[in-house]
Every structure is written in C-alpha cells, then in structure tokens.
C-alpha cells in the first residue's frame, strides 16, 4: 500500500538531532507544509529548521493525489452565501496566488509539473453548478460551464478551471529541502514558549509553526473541537482510459481522476475516520465495471483534516498564544493551500500585511453546524465502551477491516493492529497490556 509517489522516488536523508540549537523559527512537521514554511522563511532571510517525527513527506503529503488548484469543490458558492463576495474573492485570489507561485518553482524543478484544466462534475442536475458559475462570474473569473465529459458514465455537466496543473510531489519537495536544516525522527516530546524538547536535545526559538496535520496542543485554540478527519482511497491503473484534465465530483466522497503519464489515478470511497465506507472495494468494483482491461499498479490511502466551514486555519495558533502559529483544516486541498499557508506564515513572522489574514485566522467564530457534529461524535465515543481506546482524548477506537487499523471517530488518530501510532493527533502508541 505505498503511493505511486514513494515508489518512484527516493526523498534525501536527513540526520536526527542530537544536542542543542538555537533558531529564529522552529517548524514542527515535515510535509509540504511544513517544509514550504521553511523554503519561504529562508527565502525571506530568515533562520529556520525543521523537525519532523519520522521521515519527510511521510504522512499525508506521500499519499495526496497532488492536484494544483484553486477549484475545491463547489466553494466559491458556499464561501458567497456565508461570508459574502469578497470572502470568495479572497479565497480564489490566494489559491490563483498559490498556483503561480508553483509554476515559477516547478519551472526550475523537474517535478513532471504538467499544466491541465480542472472541472467538478455533477451527476444529480445543474443548479449546484449554475449558482457557483454565477458567483465565479461576478468574481470576473473565466470558469466556463462544459457538458461533455471524457468519463465512463453520464454527468449533467461540470465548471471547468483552465490552467490550473497536477505534478509529482516528492519530485518537487526534493528539489526544494537541498539548503534547509531538516532533523528527521526527531519528535517534539514536549513544547513551551520558546522551548521544544526533544529525545535527545532543546530547541530554543522565537516562533513555532505546528505543521503536523492535525496540531498536537489540545489546551489552545479547541482543535479537538474545530476539526474531524475523513479518509480517502487511490487505486493506480494501467490500461485504463487517460482522461485529458483533472475531474472531481461535486458530491462529497465522489470519484476524482487525474493522470501520472499512462497511469490513472482513481480516488474516491471516502468517509469520516472511524466510520464505514466504501473505501478500496469500492474504486476495485467501479474499475471492473468501466476499465475492465485494467490493472492495479498500487493503492494507498490519506487522511484529510476538515474545517468547520470548509476554510483552513492559518495564523495564530490562538488568540493568547503570540508567536505561535499553525496551519491546518485543508478540507482535501493541501498541495495548493500548503503554499497559501507558507506565504501567509512567512509574512506574518516578517511583520509583514497580508490581505489573507482575516479569512484564514484561527480564531474565527466557531459557530458553525458542523461544531454540533464534531461535539456530539466525540460524546458518543467517549461514553462508548470500549477495550481498545485513543490515548489523544480517551474516545473508543473502531477496528478498520480494510486497513487493518484501529481508528479514532473523534479526530481521527489512527494505530496499527499491534498498537503503533499511524496517524495523529495522538503523539504515542496505545498502551500495552
């Protein structure tokens, strides 16, 4: 279960660290996030260095489906009717900032940097996507509303993004770590203001980014309570039918499709972790219905952090936590806003204005529907009895029969079947007995 990515390149090395160092910036967590902070603080002058718990790359920046875009979803028809038109203005207006920001990069990087177009499909009528072309319009974005799909099944229609890319993210982050101070299997045991200690050193630094996907601190800024996680599943096949473009369904834990040369990757069988979905055996069934010539180079699975309402937190951890600051909540779209949330962090630690600020603060109200959710869930699992239990908050873990992995409801902590920590919030292994 090793993404079309681990297996076609080997990332560089990095050493562990041993001792004590002093930095400007310490940057928890090295995936693309985490490691675009570093790129764009050392590009500003600033001395930075990166920890990361195991190796780069190897949580969910491995396993994305890699996807340039500033079209995730049907957002901008959502961000209008709660935040009205500049909110959606804003939101486009980062991401196409993003975009260009990784074709002048790719552009020196041989990353297999491929510029498509991308559209949202929708299979249950037309209106969803009329009502978010109207907002795109006033917006004075070119989207363009198409009919004819090159998909295996019928569709009413989709919003087509010209210009947007896919490309291969290992390939990328390999061109950009060469003059960063990265430590590998280094894990932050325990974190005050100025003070990260790890297994065999201290980190003395005057601000901290927690990039670790879902942030560790649960005593500021009530992430346990603003974020849930949803899992998602790529078979990659050969023989298949190569689509020209980028396609995603409208509907939530639809099918997305983008190519790798003669490889397609198919995602989709998506569903909140710790609950049931449709999952490998889903995508296995759809491709033996519609590519019935095809094979399964390889599969793998991701975790995705969602927001209360479908906007990442970027900026300060929280509002009494200066200095301190974290980028998560992605809703799926971590390649784009990785770099969004680089550009934004690099600014704020610069003193700098950025006109992004407001939207992706952290402190934002929480009162959304999905709050009600995300607190009823974590009730129901923490008064479900239970042997196997998270050690992030104590919720009862669920038993994955696809991946073989015990798997929290609540945040979405994730162990193997021998207790190992696969996936956090949780910082440890579950307890032996």
């Known amino acids: 279960m090793e993404s079309i990515w681990h297996k076609t390149v080997q990332l560089p090395q990095f050493p562990r660290l041993d001792g004590d160092v002093s930095t400007d910036v310490l940057v928890i967590g090295g995936g693309m996030t985490g490691l675009l902070c570093a790129y764009q603080l050392k590009k500003?002058?600033?001395?930075?260095?990166?920890?990361e718990r195991k190796r780069i790359a190897s949580g969910?920046?491995?396993?994305?489906?890699?996807?340039?875009?500033?079209?995730h979803g049907l957002i901008y028809s959502k961000l209008a009717k709660k935040g009205g038109s500049e909110a959606a203005k804003l939101?486009?207006?980062?991401?196409e900032g993003a975009l260009s920001e990784y074709r002048a990069l790719c552009a020196e990087i041989p990353c297999d940097f491929v510029e498509q177009s991308h559209t949202v499909y929708s299979r249950q009528g037309v209106q969803n996507l009329e009502e978010e072309l109207a907002v795109l319009s006033r917006l004075n974005f070119p989207a363009e509303l198409v009919s004819a799909l090159p998909l295996p099944f019928l569709t009413a229609?989709?919003?087509?993004?010209s210009h947007?890319?896919?490309?291969?993210?290992?390939?990328?982050?390999?061109?950009?770590?060469?003059?960063l101070t990265i430590f590998e299997n280094t894990p932050i045991q325990s974190l005050s203001k100025t003070e990260a200690v790890t297994?065999?050193?201290r980190i003395h630094a005057n601000s901290v980014i927690v990039c670790t996907h879902f942030p560790f601190l649960n005593r500021h800024g009530s992430y346990f309570l603003k974020l849930y996680q949803q899992r998602s599943y790529v078979l990659a096949l050969?023989?298949?039918?190569?689509?020209?473009?980028?396609?995603?369904?409208?509907?939530?834990?639809?099918?997305s499709f983008r190519s790798w040369g003669d490889t397609l990757l198919l995602g989709g069988g998506g569903h909140r972790t710790g609950k049931s979905g449709g999952g490998w055996a889903e995508l296995e069934a759809f491709a033996r219905k519609h590519y019935p010539d095809a094979n399964i180079v390889t599969r793998w699975a991701t975790q995705d952090c969602m927001s209360l309402d479908g906007i990442p937190y970027i900026g300060q951890y929280s509002a009494s936590t200066p200095n301190l600051y974290v980028a998560t909540g992605f809703n799926k779209w971590g390649m784009t806003t990785s770099m969004a949330a680089a550009k934004l962090l690099t600014d704020q630690i610069c003193g700098k204005d950025n006109p992004y600020s407001a939207l992706f603060s952290p402190s934002r109200s929480?009162?959304?529907?999905?709050?009600?959710?995300?607190?009823?869930?974590?009730?129901?699992n923490l008064l479900t009895p239970s042997r196997k239990r998270c050690p992030h908050l104590g919720c009862a873990l669920k038993w994955n029969a696809q991946e073989h992995s015990w798997d929290c409801p609540c945040h979405g902590s994730r162990f193997s079947g021998d207790g190992k920590l696969l996936d956090n919030p949780a910082t440890g292994d579950l307890p032996k007995k």
């Open 164 to 179: 947007q890319a896919q490309f291969h993210p290992l390939k990328f982050l390999s061109g950009i770590v060469k003059d």
């Open 157 to 161: 229609g989709g919003i087509r993004f």
């Open 238 to 255: 050969k023989n298949a039918p190569i689509p020209e473009g980028m396609y995603l369904d409208a509907k939530e834990n639809g099918l």
């Open 199 to 201: 297994g065999h050193g």
């Open 366 to 380: 929480m009162f959304h529907r999905q709050l009600g959710i995300n607190a009823m869930a974590a009730a129901v």
């Open 60 to 71: 969910v920046t491995g396993n994305t489906t890699a996807k340039l875009t500033s079209q």
């Open 91 to 95: 939101y486009l207006q980062a991401n």
């Open 44 to 51: 500003a002058g600033v001395d930075c260095i990166v920890v």
